[in-house]
């Protein structure tokens, strides 16, 4: 583990990572028993985008990328 700044960042990208998938997993869990399977689904979906985006970064600006090349802003 490199410590530093760039150690602590990485350990809280990844715990936080990891506290996200816990989230999502719960309250999925908890919408689908009060039978709200759509908030479920909606509630995961969007919990593992906001994984997704904290654990690998570098994937927002793909995505930002490849909708202005849908757009033709570049």
């Not at 997993?25 to 479920?40: E, Y």
């Amino acid at each position: 583990m490199n410590i530093g700044f760039d150690g602590l960042l990485d350990w809280a990208s990844e715990q936080g990572g990891n506290l996200i998938l816990v989230a999502a997993i719960f309250f999925a869990i908890m919408l689908a028993f009060k039978r709200q399977f759509i908030g479920a689904i909606g509630t995961f979906l969007v919990l593992l985008v906001a994984y997704l985006i904290v654990s690998k970064p570098d994937v927002l600006g793909k995505i930002s990328e490849w909708a202005a090349k849908l757009v033709g802003i570049n």
